[in-house]
């Protein structure tokens, strides 16, 4: 797959500027001050959005970027986010796509973070054309930390009950 059309706009800015391209709010938390009818947003990506402890301890703090922008993309390889991902790069395989944020610092936020790795993810994918492009074609791509397949049929773990 070529590297996705990924663009990062703020939620306060106009939707019209995005005709044509599915919007997508990656934020934990609706923007304050935003009617869910006006935002122009086709899905909300809660899960792609840095977990809330992350997004506490950074704060916006500009000199905590570097390891902010570290660990949130050790999140996006962990489920729930590495689903989330799949599913925007499945979007951005039908169209291009604007990550929306309420963040006023975009070049510093969670958004561009992913949108970035978007992009490095869907360079990788190579061969995901014949299948679609859905989620479970980019799980290959991430480190999911899943228990081991203990009967090596396949089969889940089994589950106390």
Known sequence: MDAPDVTVRRIYEP???????????VD???PRGVAKAAAGIDEWAKDAAPSTELRRWYGHEP?????FARRYRDELHRPP????????LALARERPLTLVTATRDVDRSGARVLADHLREVAGRAGGC???????????????????????????PPDRPD
């Not at 939707?15 to 709010?25: C, I, K, T």
């Open 15 to 25: 939707p019209e500027a995005d005709a044509g391209r599915a919007r997508v709010l």
């Open 28 to 30: 934990r938390l609706w």
């Open 63 to 67: 000199e905590r970027w570097p390891e």
């Open 81 to 88: 986010a590495s689903g989330a991902v799949g599913r925007l």
């Open 129 to 155: 054309e014949d299948e679609g492009g859905e989620a479970p074609c980019f799980a290959h791509l991430l480190d999911l930390d899943e228990e081991p397949d203990e009967a090596g049929d396949g089969s």
